[in-house]
């Protein structure tokens, strides 16, 4: 412990050893000491060293400090030790722990060498160290494993800086721990929990290890995603006070922008989890007097960010469209609007909120109407479109700024015919209002100002209100500018190439070049009115043809990019500047081959590649505003086309010429077939829909004919029986009664006769009740020899369960039949008691069919009884068929008692003929014996009986043992 004691800031009375023979001394105490104190302190004492001695106590002590994380595992302490001893050695931060639990000061040596002064490559220095220990470290994957492992133990001590250790790893070798966690079985998992932790240290530095940890690996940010990731960032974000909240919240929305970007999985989950919906109340920026700190500006920033990776454009088509269907429903898009609108907002909160708003409605017709209907909260109130083209032509306003609200116009008007059509139609001379300042004002008040930036803006942004329109492309060839007092207006497209032909500034002359390369292309009509001053094409020549600096070399480009859409689009209509003769004109003064190569220098211009990266404009200065992205794909697509047009000859074209007039035949007479059959089409569904809808109401129909059909049958026996009972008058009431009666004398004859055939019926049954009697008998006789007749008795007992059977149904049948007969009577009884009411009372017919009804009541009442006789004596047969099955059943557990029986016995029988044969076989053997015994005594001379004698000896002892049984 004295050693200790001087290491760790005692006063030692000899010299004092270096700080290298120290750490190996302590390295030494650590693998060899048994008891668990001593080995604490030389790890604390390595830790009080180790950011001095860093290199030393890398490489002397870390596999002895790992081998301690192995083995004293049950005691935090020291656990806690190795842990920030590592963490000294990896980490590359110049900020020294305050260790609170050392006793002592630092060591004498430590006093006397100072901290060398860092120069400018020392933290390079620092940091190459920190990676070689850390490639050391994690070349044995069971090390990060282990601090996994780790990690898994509650107590603040381990947790802690096993926290800060694995962070440390990841900022050395970060794809290299990445793949180590990554197939470690929980591995992701295990450092989810951090954020759970309730000691919010231990949660803050496990949300910066898992920013680390999701960085650049999609597999790990797709399980970090469904470990329920998103849940936890946002409750912590709500807890902390959205964008009023510190720096965790920041962190949160770090560790969010690593999930969700350039990761399509993640974002589909977080818009399927419904987690855009809780994005909105964090742009609840409350009062304008509230205060904007630093760290709310720097959450607001990062929560827009977040906002535009879910509909970024580089995002799936149908992605992006649904988040931003999402936005809009749940009221961001309002929210961030209203932001816009506001006023103390920061410059820089308000540009990221522009170019928020850009994406979210860029492509989105729904949100671009919505935006469109936005007003600015002034004075009169003014479109909030109107108000940022304010902001985007005053050069007092920051270029930032300007650049967003020009990506932001750009959006509005992508895939927005309609945004287009009303931004052309504020240029147009019947909708101007003077009273009120409109955008296409503002547009051409930029076009033609003194600053070159608002000159380039405000022709890109009328450029993109003529994108892909060819309608718009025309109308804006109506505008008319009035230039001064007493001179005749001119149009926006001859005001557009004056100022061109002055010479302005390059950034100016590139921005008009942009403008009338976009709006006459594929507009024959535009290319017309532009041949039509005869100044243009001149123009376009010299500056082609001439050498001029680097700088007019893009001007160049574009010229010859200009000249060409006037070869590829015109169509012939100005006999001086026909296709043929503007390729003259080029191969004379221009020539092609240089036409062609100041044609291609537009694309290898650097600022070319730059804005054809992404749609939105991006400069580092105003210098550099050059090209526009939605220009460059026009040039990509026009570039090949022009240059084979140049190339053509006369007799090309005119093949051309003639191939296309053909075509265009062709084609309209496909349109006008295509016409024909979309007519045949609308025409075969319309008849479709008039069957289906004659087909349901034919159905309809036919249900309520026999609807009706049914209802008239029943009013027709309703009637019939009506006229059976009353007659149609007075006078056919005797001819009804006796037809009446008549009807009555036929079905009694009818019964008479059925009751005739149930008699005869009824002698066949009872003939076969006493033929099944007499079997009866016969069984119950032949009961008493069971063992012999037992086959015979199951056969005539299953015949006979038939009979009965078909007996039991015959009598049902004629159960039915007379139950039948007595509704008839009752009918009949009804019909005459009618009859009689009606007919004369002195009647004789009705006397007679009244004793006949007598007789037959009293037929049928002898057919009841004696079918009620014929039922008790089926009962009766009944009985006795069960006790002679009982009897059947009794002599078959007999026979099979006497069967068992007879097996015994005749086992008994093979048992003693066994035992019989043994017994032979023993009186053998001593008759052998009983020689052998005899021939002995003969020759020892003894007198010896004679067989006779012994064999009647034993015929006597056989006798007299037969006579015992």
Known sequence: MNFLRG??????????????????????????????????????????????????????????????????????????????????IFSNDEEEEQDESEDGGPSSSGKQSSKPAHDENGQKQADDLGCQFTEIFIKEQENVTLLLSLLEEFDFHVRWPGVKLLTALLKNQCSQVQAVILVSPMGVSRLMDLLADSREVIRNDGLLLLQHLTKGNAAIQKIVAFENAFERLLDII??????????????????????????????????????????????????????????????????????????????????????????????LLQQLCSILMATGVPADILTETINTVSEVIRGSQVNQDYFASV??????????????????????????????????????????????????????????????????????????STDSVSNWC???????????????????????????????????????????????????????????????????IAVTHFLHNQANIPFLTGQISENLGEDEELVQGLCALLLGICIYYNDNSLENYTKEKLKQLIEKRIGKENFVEKLGSNCKHELYS???????????????????????????ELEAVITKAVHKSSEEEKKEEEVKKTLEQHDSIVTQYKELIREQDAQINELKTQVSSMKTQNEQLQASVTQQLSQIQQHKDQYNVLKLKLGKDSQQHNGEGAQVNGVQLEE??????????????????????????????????????????????????????KELETLRAQVQSQSAEISQLQAERQELLKKAETSAIVSAPGNTDSAAAAARITELERRLSEVTGETEKIKEEGKIWSDSKAALEQQVATANSSVAILQNEK???????????????????????????????????????????????????????????EDDD
């Not at 052309?424 to 001379?429: D, G, Q, R, W």
């Open 7 to 88: 290491v760790m800031g005692g006063q030692p009375a000899g010299p004092q050893p270096s700080g290298t023979e120290t750490i190996q001394k302590l390295c030494d105490r650590v693998a060899s000491s048994t008891l668990l104190e001593d080995r604490r302190d030389a790890v604390r004492a390595l830790k009080a060293l180790s950011k001095k001695y860093r290199s030393e106590v890398a490489s002397q002590a870390m596999s002895h400090l790992i081998h301690i994380l192995q083995t004293d595992s049950s005691d935090s302490e020291i656990i806690g030790y190795a842990l920030d001893t590592l963490y000294n």
């Open 238 to 331: 709500t807890e902390e006070g959205n964008s009023d909240g510190g720096i965790v919240v920041e962190d949160c929305l770090l560790l969010l922008l690593n999930l969700l970007k350039n990761n399509s999985s993640n974002q589909n989950f977080f818009k399927e989890g419904s987690y855009i919906q809780r994005m909105k109340p964090w742009f609840e920026v409350g009062d304008e007097n509230s205060g904007w700190s630093a760290q709310k500006v720097t959450n607001l920033h990062l929560m827009l960010q977040l906002v535009r990776v879910m509909v970024s454009p580089v995002n799936p088509p149908g992605a992006t469209s649904s988040c931003q269907k999402s936005m809009y429903h749940c009221g």
């Open 375 to 448: 007003n600015a909260p002034s004075n009169p109130p003014r479109p909030a479109i109107v108000v940022l083209l304010m902001s985007m032509v005053n050069e007092k306003q920051p270029f930032v700024l300007r650049c967003a609200v020009l990506y932001c116009f750009q959006c509005f008007l992508y895939k927005n015919q309609k945004g287009q059509g009303e931004i052309v139609a504020t240029l147009l001379p019947s909708t101007i209002d003077a009273n009120s300042i409109s955008a296409g004002q503002l547009l051409c008040g930029g076009l033609f």
């Open 458 to 524: 405000a022709a890109v942004a009328l450029a993109h209100a003529l994108q892909d329109n060819l309608t718009q492309k025309e109308q804006l060839l109506r505008v008319q500018l009035a230039t001064s007092l007493g001179n005749p207006p001119v149009s926006l497209l001859q005001q557009c190439t004056n100022i061109l032909s002055q010479g302005s500034k390059v950034q100016t002359r590139v921005g008009l070049l942009m403008l009338l390369c976009t709006w006459i292309s594929n507009c024959p």
């Open 610 to 636: 730059r804005a054809a990266q992404k749609p939105q404009p991006v400069f580092s200065s105003p210098e550099q505003m050059l090209f526009d992205h939605e220009f460059t794909k026009l040039v990509k």
């Open 748 to 801: 009694l004859s009818r019964l008479q006769e059925e009751l005739e055939e149930l008699k005869k019926q009824h002698g066949l049954l009872q003939g076969q009740l006493t033929e099944k009697d007499s079997l009866i008998e016969k069984m119950k006789s032949e009961g008493a020899h069971p063992v012999e007749r037992t086959a015979g008795s199951s056969e005539n007992n299953a015949e006979l369960q």
């Open 903 to 961: 097996s015994k016995l005749q086992q008994e029988v093979a048992e003693s003929k066994k035992e019989q044969d043994d017994l032979l076989m023993l009186l053998a053997d001593q008759d052998q014996k009983i020689l052998t015994l005899k021939e002995k005594l003969k020759e020892l001379g003894e007198p010896i009986e004679e067989d006779d004698d012994l064999d009647t000896r034993d015929q006597y002892d056989d006798e007299d043992d």
